[in-house]
């Protein structure tokens, strides 16, 4: 049986819907360079700014032995889960910081600040930046789970394997497969975030949490690992959003085999089972107002669907819910499910039903 865990969550009285709104009222830019200039924020840009002066692709004296990653470990707090979700994360890319309402304490809101900006604006603008999307949130959640096993380097293959839920392997990720990892650690590493929790950490009694750094405060280096000289990541500081959500309780854990399903591991693939699993935990834990019933057509909207014509998406779609079901008869047959049900809507099976099976 595939063991569910997950941490108390110390969440606002109200738990209510997130809603985004206009910081500029609130914050101006000066005050907010000002609050974040902490001693935890500095150390890590002093930490990044050495690394990229001091390697520029050349070969480190460094070593390390990769350990295995046994626990998937995913930030599950509204600012974690928005910053990836490109349906709602628009507003964090305005000219204006955004204010995130995390919830309620004693009727008022409660609110924190969140700003993401490239690393460089003189060679990139804000309206031509990728913004995050569920496959970072994805690779962000695999690097952080390697982190949190104790891992100072990882590897591009050792990613991948991370995200197929079996590290043990040594499947290596095609030409494509490792662009995509590329290209999506390119954006962590580059997408500066600013978050100033000090309201919240007041409302709600946890460690206060103001920082501005990278979103993964990682770094590009040739390293001996596992005995051979490989281009590699090395992990500079704690990922912030771990941090943060450590602080607030509100870190979903599980055993890693759940991402091991009999799927090929795509891009799309790795982005259903993800979502799938978070919807799960989140439906698993008391204090969470998600459901266990998730809608096909959020699913789709959260995969950005799009197809030539009508016939093509019906084919697209049917082909998404084809693979929900291998990701859930998997978990079913390893025990972490009771089973799943489809509902209609009209002559539509809209949406799918998790059977919970909740281990304490």
């Known amino acids: 049986m595939i ?41 890590i840009r002093k930490k990044v700014d050495a690394e990229h002066r001091r390697s520029n692709g050349t070969a480190h004296n460094e070593t390390a032995t990769l350990k295995h990653v046994g626990t998937f470990i995913s930030p599950v707090d509204k600012v974690s889960s928005t910053v990836f979700d490109s349906r709602k994360n628009s507003i964090f890319y305005d000219d204006n910081e955004a204010i995130v309402e995390v919830g ?46 104790g891992n100072t380097h990882t590897t591009f293959s050792f990613i991948y394997r991370t995200t197929r839920g079996n ?95 009999p799927l090929n591991n795509s891009k799309e693939n790795i982005i259903i089972k993800t979502y799938l699993l978070e919807r799960l935990l989140s439906a698993t834990n008391e204090k969470s107002k998600m459901n266990n019933i998730i809608r096909y057509d959020t699913l789709h909207e959260y995969l950005h669907i799009d197809a030539p014509n009508d016939n093509a998406m019906r084919k697209k779609r049917s082909d998404v819910r084809n693979k929900v079901h291998i990701i859930l008869e998997t978990w079913q047959k390893a025990g972490s499910i009771k089973g799943f049900i489809e509902h209609k809507e009209g002559n539509t099976i809209a949406k799918v039903e998790i059977k919970l099976m909740i281990i304490t």
């Open 3 to 43: 063991e569910v865990q997950l941490e108390n969550n110390n969440q606002p009285e109200n738990n209510n819907q997130l809603t985004l709104s206009n910081a500029s009222k609130l914050h101006n830019k000066d005050k907010i360079d000002k609050i974040i200039n902490t001693p935890y924020a500095r150390l």
């Open 104 to 149: 309620k304490r004693r009727g008022k809101t409660v609110e924190t600040l969140v700003y993401i900006r490239p690393d460089n604006l003189d060679n990139v603008s804000i309206s031509n930046y990728a913004k995050l999307s569920p496959y970072d949130r994805a690779i962000h959640d695999a690097l952080v789970s390697i982190y949190a096993a």
């Open 167 to 261: 590290n043990t392997n040594r499947d290596k990720p095609e030409v494509r497969d490792r662009e995509n990892i590329e290209a999506s650690i390119d954006k962590l590493m580059h997408s500066i975030i600013t978050i100033n929790a000090s309201n919240e950490a007041k409302a709600f009694g946890f460690e206060n949490f103001i920082f501005k750094g990278p979103l993964m405060p990682i770094h590009y280096i040739r390293a001996k690992i596992n005995g051979q000289d490989v281009d590699c990541v090395k992990f500079l500081a704690e990922p912030p959003l771990l941090t943060y959500a450590g602080r607030k309780n509100q870190i979903n854990r599980c055993d890693i085999k759940m991402l091991d399903v």
